[in-house]
């Protein structure tokens, strides 16, 4: 994906990332419940919709992010899926074990892939986040599927209203964390990601099921659609990253 349809990593981007976390929660189990295809069978759609927005960015010269968040809607809908699939057929330790291996293999590759650039992109990127090229985006799909399940985990545990205020919490700590830091961001910049995925899981299952709210799930999906898109719309100062081209 083009440097300039990539935002800036700060306040605005973590916030949006958090609300699509949610918002992919909701839409995914939507989309499951109201498809009527299996889980498996319904990434084929959202991996046609992927392809179809990677193959209008590049061709827009022109900055803007609408293609990035389209796609981290998309990747975090289809993990949401796949994690729910796979957690019925495979046992809960041994899944966690897989995902955790999965995310640090895809946050490795992507890490080879930001050492190819030249000295001085691969030092902006340490102070972003990685290049969003193939390896880039597998690794945000590993950590989609990640939270899923550990969202999943957390809330079975303590409860979807607790493992909400919790994991809101250690999202903030973990991006305060990363705000602090001047350098060599990289690895937690993966892990804030992770935690942020595993904090929506629990947050959009909180709205669409908690018996007090009496939200529902349609409704849940509309309300965390509608505040993703209005958070982007309305916090401005996103920006565009002046680094190289990376291919997807």
């Given at each position: 994906m083009k440097s300039i349809h990539i935002?800036?990593?700060?306040?605005r981007y973590w916030c949006a990332i958090a609300m699509a976390s949610l918002f992919g929660t909701n839409l995914?189990?939507?989309?499951?419940?109201?498809?009527?295809l299996n889980k498996l069978v319904g990434l084929i759609p959202l991996?046609?919709?992927?392809?179809?927005v990677f193959t209008l960015e590049k061709r827009d010269r022109a900055p803007r992010e609408l293609y990035y968040w389209l796609v981290i809607?998309?990747?975090?809908?289809?993990?949401?899926?796949?994690?729910?699939?796979?957690?019925?057929?495979?046992?809960?330790?041994?899944?966690?074990?897989?995902?955790?291996?999965?995310?640090?293999?895809t946050a490795i590759w992507s890490l080879q892939s930001l050492n190819s650039g030249t000295a001085e992109e691969i030092e902006a990127e340490r102070h972003g986040m990685p290049q969003a090229g193939l390896a880039y985006w597998c690794a945000m799909l590993s950590a989609g599927v990640f939270g899923t399940f550990f969202g999943d985990v957390t809330l079975h545990t303590i409860g979807m209203g607790p493992a909400s205020l919790v994991l809101g919490i250690v999202v903030l700590g973990a991006v305060g964390l990363w705000a602090g830091l001047r350098g060599h961001r990289f690895w937690l910049y993966w892990l804030v990601v992770a935690i942020?995925?595993?904090?929506?899981?629990?947050?959009?299952?909180?709205?669409?099921?908690?018996?007090?709210?009496?939200?529902?799930?349609?409704?849940?999906?509309?309300?965390t659609g509608a505040a993703f898109i209005a958070l982007l719309a309305v916090w401005r100062g996103g920006g565009a990253r002046p680094l190289r081209v990376a291919t997807t």
């Open positions: 935002p800036n990593v700060n306040a995914g189990d939507l989309w499951a419940h109201n498809s009527g991996a046609i919709l992927a392809a179809i809607a998309i990747i975090r809908t289809g993990a949401t899926n796949i994690a729910d699939y796979f957690k019925k057929i495979i046992a809960w330790p041994v899944f966690g074990g897989i995902l955790i291996a999965v995310m640090i293999g942020a995925r595993t904090f929506g899981t629990a947050a959009g299952d909180f709205l669409a099921e908690d018996p007090t709210l009496h939200i529902g799930l349609p409704v849940s999906t509309i309300i």
